[in-house]
């Protein structure tokens, strides 16, 4: 995310509708795979949550023979560069995790990209696993849109989940791993210095 898009975010999110961001009575971990961009930045984002047991960045919409990164990349193959999310939902809820996936990991209103990454491998994405997934995630959409909190249309897609392959292992924890590279630098740590600033009570200590 560019600092100023960043800044532009801050500037709409009066206008954020009220949800019912309460974690739920102890259950099973659940997981839910989200794209939005570059898996960099997102599963930096997401492994950031208290309640978020793991972020693994990887590929959905696609089939397992093309789930290479050098093959993903020519935006060919159907894939989507994802972060499979495991949550504890009696720690977090998924509209909170909605809640950081719409207003800090990336921009909904971009189609087939994300900032400075073109394809439809950049495209915005909900692959849900259960049907009550899906409708929370459309009712979430639908609050955004009502609400007007973009000022463009949210071109969020919501699918089910075929199948999730992860990513190379250099990939995993990429930005704890390289915080010097110029990419993580400039797209990457406003992201989560936007998520502390927006969400702090979300964010796991530091040990």
Not at 53 to 58: C, D, E, L
Request: hydrophobic fraction near 40%.
């Amino acid at each position: 995310m560019h600092i100023i898009f960043a800044a532009l975010v801050a500037l709409q999110l009066a206008a954020v509708p009220a949800t019912n961001a309460n974690p739920t009575p102890a259950k099973s971990p659940e997981t839910i795979v989200l794209a939005g961009g570059c898996f960099w930045g997102m599963e930096a984002v997401f492994d950031s949550l208290k309640g978020v047991s793991s972020a693994v960045a990887g590929y959905a919409g696609g089939s397992k023979a093309t789930a290479h990164y050098d093959i993903v990349s020519t935006g060919l193959t159907g894939h989507a560069e994802s972060v499979q999310i495991t949550f504890d939902p009696s720690q977090i809820s998924l509209q909170q995790i909605f809640d950081v996936y719409f207003l800090v990991a990336h921009d909904p209103t971009q189609l087939d990209y994300q900032g400075p990454d073109h394809g439809k491998q950049y495209r915005s994405a909900i692959f849900y696993s259960n049907d009550d997934q899906k409708r929370a995630a459309l009712e979430y959409i639908k609050r955004l849109q009502e609400a007007k909190t973009f000022s463009g249309q949210i071109v969020t897609q919501v699918v089910p989940l075929p199948a999730f392959y992860p990513a190379e292992s250099y990939h995993q924890h990429y930005v704890t791993n390289n915080p010097d590279n110029p990419y993580v630098v400039y797209e990457d740590l406003p992201k989560l210095e936007h998520l502390h600033k927006r969400f702090p009570q979300l964010v796991k200590s530091k040990s």
